[in-house]
């Protein structure tokens, strides 16, 4: 963050840089994959318990409340003491989307569930043929008594085999946007089957979810019935916004100026301006999250700039990580993370694993479109 | 994009209405060949208090902040200013900063004598200057130049009737020019030294920088736009070129760079006065000139032949463009001056 600091966030600053220096375990520190949920979960409850967990979310709610320039302080020092991952489908994604449309069951039953740690949530969205073109999406419901009977096929599921509860579009009538359901299932129901899917990158971040004759109770629809569409793009710009934050940016670069202090001084000259330009990109996606964020929270005009940021983000990811594939040169290939001492160099893994960036989320593509057509103006695309 | 506050977009409009008034890219048109100062443009700017539009109000500025600074050199860009504003209002943040000159400051502010700042290596023997600067844009319309030697940590203030200086220039591709001051025995005194200089020579050279960050950010919302209108237009194949998703996904690439490297300048002028205010200077205008260069390119593809013509203003700021960053050494020596 380029910005001068006031007193308190200098002092903020401070404090969760030397909380994370405490409290990361060492065997987590700067791994290459998201640890699993016997590793990842106790450093989920650790945050929780320290109140850093859900920094974007209402005190009211159980989150902190931060402001814009406090969450950016958490995401670069999270990045540069190379805090692992943890899952984020239950607080960015249905945590915020209850607190502004769950009814007060659903919100007792579930938030501060999210907030310490106790459920794992997934998204059920994607389907074998409804991708970026999510409406078209045939997962079906019928309404059997005061129980919504679900059987169908929901595909690229982000730790849908570790998840407690999956947050779902389903078919309950008509076509397209028109008679979608959104509906929360508790994993442990019957008739759901899960399989896992091996990525590129050799982890198994995502599955298929196959339902036959899954039963839900209808009170665990959000919304109304048949109003889903709008329901799940009611937050869609505050959604996109996580990908656009400078989370990942940050840990990019954490990672390429790893790769770059193994090289001898004169090699390390020789990436200096790379390493520069990469500085500046990670400045540049930080500014411009910055400046939509607290745009968002003024509540003035930020409708579909969301786009802008989910693409300048996870391009820049893709870049820098492209930079730190050419410094690690003769390594690059490694199966193995590099040992230097007892430190554990990524070389690839995050590379790999960042190609999903720019497809899920809805794909840079169609953020594209959305820029020309909604942003632009630009007439006689689809919008 | 930032949202202008009702001040900001007040600064904004009143600098439009003035560029309408005077000429914007005719006026660059009916003068491009001569690459000569405009002193009459030149004097109406000075006239609405701009050169001194960072200098406070009691020290005979307009006292804008430097958000609102911004603001309003993108707009000058958008109508395709090429005067060397931003230099003389970066010189200015040293000429109020030391009593000794408050005259020329007086003079500066009013237009009656043009300051430019720039770096050189001068060596002094017995109160005689010799030596040379790096390239000056607007070195033709320079009265003074504020002359700073980083090495030796001096500061000289050297004007174009001395004896022994020569400002020969070339011209620009942008109608404006381009040259090293070359100073041979000059009797000029140096107007100070030591830690100061090194923190004025910084100052300046931030403010300049961020200032043309700004005018780059300038024409590269400016071709976006004029792109953008003309996609909406003209059709080929019976469709508006607007419509067709080849040509929708490239201009919002062209979008994505200059908004963020408007959000980039922004958050960038909340660092000065900071650690990081150099760094966040050169980031600005690296990101800046690159945004611009792509949207100037593009701008030029999406008309096709038309964009290829002179009759059409885009290539014009293409120019422009080009001769903001040229005038640093381009983006890479930006890039590197932060790199060392």
Known sequence: ?383 | MPVWSEQERMIADSAADFFKAHGSTDRIRRRRDLHEHDRETWQSIADQGWIGMLISESEGGLGLDLREALVLMQQTSRFLTIEPLAGAIAAGQALVALPSLRKVKAEAISGTCLVLPAWGTIAQDGGKLSGHSQPLPGLRAADSVLLFDDKSQGMFLVNRSMKGIVMDAAPTIDGGNIGRLVLRDVQAEQIATGASVRNLSRTVKDTRLILEAAELVGIGGEVLGRARAYLETRKQFGVALASLQAVQQRIASVHVQVAAAEALLFEAARAFEGSKQSFAARAAFYRAGQAAHFACREAIQFHGAVGFTDELDVGLYLKRCLAITAAQGGLEAVRSGIAN
């Open chain 1, 1 to 383: 963050m380029l910005r001068i600091e006031s007193p308190n966030e200098r002092a903020f600053r401070s404090e969760v840089r030397s909380w994370l220096d405490r409290n990361i375990p060492d065997h987590l520190r700067h791994l290459t994959f998201r640890p699993q949920p016997a590793d990842a979960m106790p450093w989920y409850k650790a945050l929780s318990r320290r109140g850093w967990i859900a920094p974007h979310w209402p005190v009211s709610a159980g989150g902190m409340g931060a402001t814009p320039v406090e969450q950016a302080i958490l995401m670069e020092e999270l990045a540069q003491a190379g805090a692992p991952d943890i899952p984020t489908q239950g607080l960015n994604h249905i945590g915020p989307l209850l607190i502004k449309a769950g009814t007060p069951e659903q919100k007792a039953m579930h938030l501060s569930r999210i907030v310490n740690g106790d459920a794992i949530w997934c998204q059920g969205y994607s389907e074998p043929n409804a991708g970026s073109d999510l409406a078209s999406l045939v997962t079906r419901a019928r309404i059997e008594d005061d129980h919504l009977v679900i059987n169908g096929h929901k595909i690229w599921t982000t730790w849908g085999h570790h998840a407690h509860w999956m947050f779902a579009l389903v078919r309950t009538s008509g076509k397209r946007r028109d008679g979608i359901t959104f509906v929360l299932i508790d994993m442990a129901t019957s008739g759901i089957t899960r399989r896992p899917i091996v990525t590129i990158a050799g982890d198994d971040e995502f599955c298929e979810v196959f339902f036959d004759e899954v039963r839900v109770p209808l009170s665990n629809v959000v919304g109304e019935i048949g109003q889903g569409w709008k329901v799940a793009t009611s937050l869609l710009d505050d959604e996109r916004m996580h990908l656009g934050t400078p989370l990942s940016v940050n840990r990019a670069l954490v990672r390429l100026k790893r790769l770059v202090a193994r090289l001898s001084k004169q090699e390390q000259a020789r990436w200096m301006a790379r390493v520069t330009e990469a500085e500046i990109a990670v400045e540049t996606v930080t500014a411009a999250w910055l400046d939509v964020s607290e745009r968002f929270e003024a509540g003035v005009g930020v409708e579909n700039e969301s786009s802008y940021l989910k693409i300048l983000a996870t391009e820049t990811v893709q870049s820098i990580l492209d930079m730190a594939l050419e410094v690690a040169g003769s390594d690059a290939a490694r199966c193995e993370p590099v040992l230097e001492g007892n430190k554990r160099i990524d070389v690839n893994e995050m590379f790999l694993q960042s190609r999903r960036l720019t497809i899920y989320g809805g794909s840079n593509e169609i953020q594209r479109s959305i820029l020309a057509t909604r942003v632009l103006g630009m007439g006689g695309g689809r919008g």
